[in-house]
T-cell receptor, first 112, second 112 residues
């Protein structure tokens, strides 16, 4: 089944403890991206990747890192999480930029 | 700065009503505009629009783009309780090829 798999679904952590949210797609998509969703603000793009080893900042990249060493994986890294990073996170992929996105199930992150 | 604005932010109707959701945008190097429906979790794709004046239709839902006036509308006729969701509009464009900008979303509630 074609899908984007995101883990974990829920995560509670404490300020400053490094964490990684994984994202994997099995559709051979070139484009992958990360979003955070906060009430009243819609989805905001954190980082995106046009292909392996090619990543770029979205609108809200501060406090996040990404890597794209393989086409299928695009992990989101929070090196020192802070409470203002408490949010619902989505990973998404698509065959190219500007076309239909396939979303993962989301990760609800709480930073205490 | 790229911008996507949706209106209204919230809408409550009764089953059988027709609704129109609006999405206006300011994006350099416009490539496409996409609509998504978000129920409990991840957004799901509805329509992609690239050309002005061509209506996309799927059952009771339809959408059209006006590239001159920089807006799109999503119409839902004969609404059902299952249409209750957040509707998101996103715009591909901007100075960076991979950037995606989403609006705040419209929360639609359909009462029986």
């Amino acid at each position: 089944e074609a899908q984007v798999t995101q883990n974990p679904r829920y995560l509670i952590t404490v300020t400053g403890k490094k964490l990684t949210v994984t994202c994997s797609q099995n559709m051979n998509h070139e484009y992958m991206s990360w979003y955070r969703q906060d009430p009243g603000l819609g989805l905001r793009q954190i980082y995106y990747s046009m292909n392996v080893e090619v990543t770029d900042k979205g609108d809200v990249p501060e406090g996040y890192k990404v890597s794209r060493k393989e086409k299928r994986n695009f992990p989101l890294i929070l090196e020192s999480p802070s409470p203002n990073q408490t949010s619902l996170y989505f990973c998404a992929s698509s065959p190219g930029q500007g076309v239909k996105l396939f979303f993962g199930s989301g990760t609800q992150l709480s930073v205490l | 700065e790229d911008k996507v604005v949706q209106s209204p932010l919230s809408l409550v109707v009764h089953e059988g009503d027709t609704v129109t959701l609006n999405c206006s945008y300011e994006v350099t190097n416009f490539r496409s505009l996409l609509w998504y429906k978000q129920e409990k979790k991840a957004p799901t794709f509805l329509f992609m629009l690239t050309s002005s004046g061509i209506e996309k239709k799927s059952g009771r839902l339809s959408s059209i783009l006006d590239k001159k006036e920089l807006f799109s509308i999503l119409n839902i006729t004969a609404t059902q309780t299952g249409d209750s969701a957040v509707y998101l509009c996103s715009n591909a464009g901007g100075t960076s090829y991979g950037k995606l900008t989403f609006g705040q979303g419209t929360i639609l509630t359909v009462h029986p």
